[in-house]
């Protein structure tokens, strides 16, 4: 018996481990010795002519620029009167040809004077759609868009100059059907190292989408060739579910950090973990509803990012359960020797440094909290949907606005 916990322990451990640590270094070893495809945008010879010149002149795709794709800016909304005007503008001003442009907000049954204010902002289509959750509000607006390109963002995100340019110039090859672009968080923290945390995961995503391609993109900023736009149900994301879908159907998934855009982070680590729980709630139907657990049909490469970088990450709480009980066991059940005495003593005190990181603002207790918390939410999402089954109509998160 003290062998089996010795396994789960040990398993549980290497796990955890390697879902945060060891696979970003094997990625970057991978990156470092040419292993992947690389940027699509420095693979000339893989451009295709899909954006042909506007003059019909037959002229080889390498040697000429192509022609910038019309491009549909879809922003999803739930009362946001506060900031849809000046998210409409800051599309409208983007560095981007203007008759190539179309700006839709399609409001998710907003109860406030979120139509109102887009349609004065100059918004070139607004849906006064009843409520159904963001997913099915996106599917909508696609339904009405006509661009060759589907862009994203979140009501509250605002783009840089550049960053539509940047974000569609990876289609130019025929085999990237998803790109995202890079988020950065700003105002205080309050204790919530959201900004740190994705600053470390736009790491991984750039060295994933060197390798095979990125496992999930984020709502800020990101965009979709139309003809590769999958419908997804209401309990689908687009950040998880496109990439894993079209990797489905030979197509990538690429992280372009030259395209950016900047939200608001929500001030607090309690307001995190609520935002977090929530959006957790619809991983079962992801996870397993939508069969990411099945790796046939990706390649093994792909197939090797899912395990590590989702599976993996999504199994955390419960790995660090494992962990928990079978180190207890093996100490005061088994008397296992000094070398489990010291993990639980470890293991005791990263928890107690959580619980003291409410007061004490020293970043080892900071980051002891803030990852707790947010592996925690994990869990509670997955105890909410057992609970109330299929998670409904999404909610913005306070204080990012």
């Not at 398993?11 to 970003?24: A, D, E, M, N, R």
């Not at 918004?123 to 589907?150: F, S």
């Not at 359960?321 to 005791?348: E, I, R």
């Amino acid at each position: 018996m003290t062998v089996l916990f010795e396994i789960v322990f040990w398993v549980s451990l290497g796990l955890i481990f390697f879902t945060h640590f060891g696979y970003p270094a094997v990625l970057w070893v991978l990156n470092a010795f040419g292993v992947g495809f690389g940027d699509p945008v420095d693979r000339p010879r893989r451009r295709a002519s899909r954006f042909p010149d506007a003059t019909g002149i037959d002229v080889p795709a390498d040697d000429r620029p192509p022609r910038l794709p019309k491009v549909s800016l879809i922003v999803a909304a739930y009362d946001e009167q506060d900031v849809i005007a000046a998210k409409v503008a800051n599309a409208l001003a983007l560095d981007y040809p203007r008759e190539l442009l179309q700006v839709i907000v399609a409001s998710d049954g907003s109860g406030d004077a979120t139509v109102e204010r887009a349609r004065e902002a100059g918004a070139d289509l607004v849906l006064d759609l009843p409520r159904r959750g963001k997913t099915e509000t996106q599917n909508a607006a696609v339904r009405k868009a006509d661009g060759e390109i589907l862009a994203f963002s979140d009501a509250n995100s605002i783009w840089e100059d550049v960053a539509l340019r940047s974000l569609v110039e990876p289609f130019l090859d025929e085999s990237v059907a998803y790109v995202c672009g890079q988020v950065k968080f700003t105002g205080p923290d309050g204790g919530n190292l959201e900004g740190a945390y994705w600053a470390w995961e736009m790491k991984v995503r750039r060295l994933e989408s060197g390798f095979a391609g990125v496992t999930a993109g984020n709502g800020a900023i990101y965009a979709v060739r139309a003809r590769d736009y999958v419908e997804l149900g209401q309990a689908g994301s687009h950040d998880l579910s496109l990439p894993f879908a079209l990797a489905k159907e030979g197509l990538a998934s690429i992280y372009r950090p030259s395209a950016r855009a900047i939200e608001k982070m929500v001030p607090t680590l309690e307001g995190e973990l609520s935002r977090k729980r929530r959006m957790m709630v619809g991983l079962w139907d992801i996870v397993i509803g939508e069969r990411m657990i099945d790796l046939r049909g990706l390649g093994p490469a792909y197939g090797f990012e899912i395990v590590s970088h989702r599976i993996l990450r999504y199994l955390t709480p419960f790995l660090h359960l494992a962990l928990l009980v079978s180190n207890v066991l093996l100490v005061a059940v088994f008397g296992a020797g000094l070398l489990y005495t010291v993990f639980l003593a470890l293991q005791l005190a990263f928890f107690l440094a959580a619980v003291l990181g409410r007061w004490i603002p020293l970043l080892p207790f900071r980051i002891a909290r803030y990852y707790s918390m947010t592996t925690a939410a994990i869990g509670f999402g997955f105890w909410d949907r057992w609970r109330r089954g299929r998670p409904g109509a999404w909610e913005k998160a306070e204080g990012t606005r």
